[in-house]
């Protein structure tokens, strides 16, 4: 039988319905569940009959959420957490220990790199990076205690994009996990465990929920990898509210025509900037400039809502644009309906030294801009006065 389109998939893949028969799924606001009677709770307990037992276990709101999520993305099973930092934290404490060492992209998001270099050491937890445009570096990089790869691509805010493929052959090779940050593209345009990564994981904060109302995180894998994460989750209690699941899983039914668009836009605004005199570089996945262009267009499907550009003139010029949009908004945040514009250096990644930033291609006048649903006229429009 030939399975459903993601289209599909994203709009009909369902949780059961009450004897109310809703067309629409209705929220499930219940921290625990009853049992039938004091049988049915032990069998439960006991792993010996599936069903609710706790929402910090699962609810039929994050259930439907992760089943989806799993689909759209080839993927066995998940984990939903309250954010996607969550998500990352709860992966790497699930999977690491003591002595343990993960090879990481020097391009991370600005509190991933809080994790590794100021949280896990102090539990004997090492990392190293390696940057995403260098495939020596990753061979070089595995040492004998190595467990981990982890990779963001396309990087945040660098627009830096590796190879999947390739990686998760080496990967194999010395019986490493591939943990993927798949925030960027979404499972509509990279899917990493089709690529071969073990695991995928989401910001839900950003194109998911994709109108900047709630924080989620979802974690994507195999059944073995998904009760390993399970084991340390039920326990820690980083899970998603039933109420963000409810939303995440109901903005998963526009994902495909929003990712359209956000491409669509973001792609003509790659293009105008690259030919503005003020405007020193523009990084975009399906922008033939970009150095990895052929690798994107093979793993990826479209170049996504994020351009990350350089101005000429440094934090006085970035902030001076930055202060002249009309339209845009000045936010952290991206993957909005709205487009949104941040400076990197003195926001997300401010944390870093100067050098760290440089070596990630953050200068002093780069500004990313997450490219919303507006029209494109009115979004160009906006860009081109804010450089004049
Ligand atoms: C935002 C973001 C995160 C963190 O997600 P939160 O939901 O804010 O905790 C992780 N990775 C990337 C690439 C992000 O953009």
């Known amino acids: 039988m030939q399975e459903d389109n993601f289209e599909t998939i994203a709009i009909r893949l369902q949780a059961e319905r009450s004897q109310h028969k809703e067309h629409s799924v209705p929220l499930y606001l219940t921290s625990s569940y009853k049992f039938d009677d004091a049988e049915e709770m032990r069998a439960l307990f006991a792993n010996e009959k599936e069903g609710n037992v706790y929402s910090r276990y699962a609810n039929p709101n994050t259930s439907e959420l992760i089943e989806k999520m799993a689909a759209l993305e080839g993927a066995e099973d998940g984990w939903a957490t309250a954010t996607g930092m969550a998500a990352i934290f709860t992966t790497f404490a699930a999977f690491l220990g003591n002595g343990d060492h993960v090879l990481s992209s020097r391009s991370v998001f600005g509190s991933t790199h809080q994790l590794l270099s100021a949280v896990f050491p102090k539990w004997g937890i090492t990392y190293s990076y390696a940057d995403l445009d260098k495939q020596e570096q990753w061979i070089e990089g595995i040492k004998p205690n190595t467990k981990m790869i982890f990779v963001e691509t396309p990087s945040n805010p660098g627009i830096d994009i590796i190879d999947l493929e390739w990686l998760a052959k080496l990967a194999k090779q010395h019986n490493l996990l591939l943990v993927v940050d798949n925030c960027f593209a979404t499972p509509y345009l990279q899917q990493p465990i089709k690529l071969g990564a073990d695991i995928s994981i989401h910001s839900a904060t950003k194109f998911i929920d994709g109108q900047g109302r709630t924080l989620g995180g979802i974690i994507l894998g195999t059944n073995k990898l998904m009760r390993i994460i399970e084991g340390f989750a039920r326990h820690s209690g980083p899970a998603m509210s039933p109420f963000n699941a409810w939303l995440m899983s109901k903005s998963l039914e526009t994902l495909a025509v929003r990712m359209d668009r956000h491409c669509d836009n973001a792609l003509k605004v790659a293009e105008f900037l690259e030919s503005h005199a003020k405007i020193k570089k523009v990084m975009y996945p399906f922008l033939p ?73 953050i200068e002093q006048g780069t500004i990313r801009l997450s490219i919303g649903l507006e029209h494109i006229d009115d979004i160009l429009r906006d860009i081109s006065q804010a450089l004049d």
Request: aromatic content about 4%.
């Open 289 to 361: 400039s970009h150095p990895q262009y052929a690798i994107a267009k093979k793993q990826m499907k479209q170049g996504g809502g994020i351009v990350t550009l350089v101005i000429d003139g440094g934090v006085a010029a970035a902030g001076a644009f930055m202060n002249k949009l009309k339209m845009f908004s000045i936010s952290a945040n991206l993957g909005d309906t709205r487009s949104i514009a941040t400076h990197p250096a003195t926001s997300t990644h401010s944390k870093l030294t100067e050098e760290e930033r440089l070596q990630v291609g």
